[in-house]
């Protein structure tokens, strides 16, 4: 541990080597994370259709010369068979989705408990084997099932992994630099979604390399076409076995932390310090603290898949502007490709934003306190979705790309930085034989309670008819902005949030 300092010396003061080797390890294990379940995401489009293509094969075409009504026939059965494929395609990877949620709240109170029992060191050499065995063991799918049913497993270790970490860091520093070091943590999620998108456009979504990949596939003997175009995707999927290599630096660099073994200790000769016993939460004295957590990580989640992620559009429909005004004589291709670096650009700044929020939150929290951070990101993110889309909505002409510049990362820094919150705020609401349990169950119950948010979200932008209910589409400016006032809930729900800034964790 580091020797004692006083609360106003820098937070970085006295940090010693092997504090920075715990950050730097449950950093990566996080980048990790989110790089995981971001490469399903690219690959969900070439993958899904390679398992459909044998279950509804492509029709053996006509020879010979067609009539007309033959050959109206044959591109109505073309159609037919598209149309069917991507329902399947939409349906399939909906199931995988609900199962990477599933998976997510499922391992993150499992292995938030365990790690409350066994401890983190060992729990977190779990998560990561969890998450890197089965995401590389998905490149051998044969049936979509089989991928469903690994992104449960995989989920489990993404989810099981950020309640470990958070809690490990927590323990491993001193209070005054807990803030700091806990919004480093989770702003290193951006630097998994900055690899998934090189990944991406580098190889997964890359029309080269995929087709060179295929060639030499059938050089290698696949003769089968349609697994000859699934080697790339699976190829991305095996992969997922690099992050396996931190269990090695885990195990010859990490020791369970003091804090926790004093806490191990402490059950082990009293009987009603439970450890890692997930009914504790909801009893009188953690019951308060276990709603604000789990209430604020629902409100994170349900607006970052609402609004937040919807940012990048401005951007996107300003370049469609561009291409059709200044680019009017390029091939479709060349005009997609070009809207398409657009969105790419927007995405960016959203996200470079979003990471700089998640850093500020640290410092922000430790000057004025985690309730002001909190509601001045909630109100925060309530204001800039309402500039954003409103000025969308009403004048889309007017926004420049000058204007996105400066707006989309204040947008991004907004509605993303209050997600670091959880991982400073979450442990300092839990005491550490419950830690993990606590932590684990708010950040991933709250996801659940989110998810949706995901389908009202699609359903207000393109309508929804059903046999038992109908939902006229709005349009995306207008569902962000009726989606934005989540936020308020977030805001209501710190009227019962405790500040824990400048007392000791809860024990």
Known sequence: MSRELPDDA??????????????????????????????????????????????????????GSLSAEES???????????????????????????????????????????????????????????????????????????????????AMGVGGEWAVASALVFEEFPKRARAHVGGIFHASSVLGTYLAV?????????????????????????T???????????????????????????????????????AKAAAASDATRNVGRIGELFQSELMRNTLVGFVLAAVGMATFWGVHVHGKEPMKQYGQQVVATEHADWSAEEQSAAVKRWEMLGMFLVTTGGGLGLIGFGPISQRLGRRPAFLLYHLGGLLSAGVLFGW???????????????LLPVFGFLTLGMHAGYAIYFPE???????????????????????????????????????????????????????SSLYLVGVLILAQAPETRTREAHS
């Open 224 to 262: 089968d076409p349609v697994l000859a175009e699934s080697v790339a995707w699976r190829i991305g999927f095996a992969l997922g076995a690099v992050p396996a290599l931190l269990i090695i630096w885990i195990r010859s660099s990490l020791k369970e932390p003091e804090e926790w073994e004093q």
């Open 10 to 63: 820098p937070w970085y003061s006295g940090i010693s080597r092997y504090q920075w080797t715990v950050l730097i390890i449950a950093s990566l294990g996080w980048v990790f994370d989110i790089f995981e379940g971001q490469i399903f995401v690219a690959s969900s489009n070439d993958a899904m259709p390679s398992f459909i293509a044998r279950e509804l094969p492509d029709p053996v075409e006509p020879t």
């Open 429 to 483: 609401l839990f005491p550490t034989r419950l830690r993990g349990t606590g932590s684990g169950f708010c950040f991933n119950g709250g996801r659940i309670a989110a998810a949706p948010i995901l389908f009202l979200s699609g359903w207000l932008q393109k309508g929804l008819t059903s046999d038992w209910l109908t939902i006229e589409p709005i349009g995306l400016a207008k569902s962000c902005l009726l989606l």
């Open 198 to 222: 090189a990944a991406t456009t580098l190889f997964i979504g890359n029309a080269e390399v995929k087709a060179w990949v295929t060639q030499q596939a059938m050089a290698w003997g696949i």
């Open 392 to 406: 969308m909505l009403q004048s889309p002409e007017t926004l420049t790309a000058g204007t996105l510049y400066w």
């Open 72 to 154: 109206a026939a044959w591109e109505q059965q073309l159609a037919d068979l598209k149309q069917e494929r991507d329902g399947l395609k939409q349906f399939y990877n909906n199931i995988a989705f609900a199962a990477f949620l599933l998976g997510g709240a499922f391992g993150g109170i499992v292995f938030g408990m365990l790690s409350d029992r066994i401890g983190r060191k060992k729990t977190m050499t779990l998560t990561i084997i969890f998450y890197s065995l089965f995401t590389c063991v998905s490149a051998f799918s044969v049936e979509w099932w089989h991928l469903a049913a690994l992104r449960f497993l995989v």
